[in-house]
């Protein structure tokens, strides 16, 4: 058996992890568009964001019959969020990018909206569409990533997979007030 190189040798790949070091985690081999990528993962990171603050509000305005429940599912989401905004980050940073906390147009940037919500009903229902724009853009950043930067992408399926787990809870939520409307009804 020859000694066969899987992708490339791997003395090219010593000689070229001695050029730039400067890039850090960014190597020769790096393949994706890497502006671009900083650009989605801010655009992930603003979503993030405005995720946060959202069910922060929900948090701390949650009244009413079953507002206990929810309330502690606003919180708890509310701290993943803020997890996958700190992962997101991080990577930028890694990617030799910055990652952009500035509050002016964060709404802009995120791809969820902030709705308020004046009932415990809407708030869990407008929790519930930001949950499902997330999975469908998030989707789309996974599979724009391919396995062009596969770092960038498991940390965006990680985070898809608990956004749809988020949805999940809302959806649930959202089920259980409307069976306790009708059995007060
Ligand atoms: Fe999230
Ligand atoms: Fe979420």
Redesign the pocket.
């Known amino acids: 058996m020859a000694n066969q190189p899987f992708l490339t040798d791997i003395q090219t790949i010593r000689e070229r992890a001695r050029q730039h070091i400067e890039n850090g985690a960014v190597t020769e081999g790096y393949r994706a568009d890497r502006e671009r990528v900083i650009d989605i993962l801010n655009e992930a990171l603003a979503t ?1 964001i405005v ?1 946060v603050l959202r069910y922060k509000r929900h948090y701390y305005m949650a009244d009413g019959l079953s507002a206990n429940i929810a309330a502690n599912e606003f919180l708890e989401h509310a701290q ?2 803020q997890q ?1 905004a700190d992962w997101l980050a991080e990577r930028i940073v890694q990617l030799g990018g910055a990652p952009n906390f500035s509050p002016e147009g964060i709404l802009t940037r995120s791809h969820s909206e902030y709705v308020e919500g004046d009932t415990l009903k809407e708030m869990i229902k407008e929790d519930l569409v930001a949950e499902r724009i ?1 999975i469908d853009s998030y989707r789309e950043i996974v599979a724009y990533l391919g396995d062009q930067d596969p770092t960038s992408r498991r940390i965006m399926e990680d ?1 898809l997979a ?2 749809e787990e988020h949805a999940d809870d809302m959806a649930g939520l959202l089920e259980g007030l409307q069976r306790q409307h009708q059995s007060n009804a």
């Open positions: 993030e995720c993943q969020e996958h997330a985070i608990q956004e």
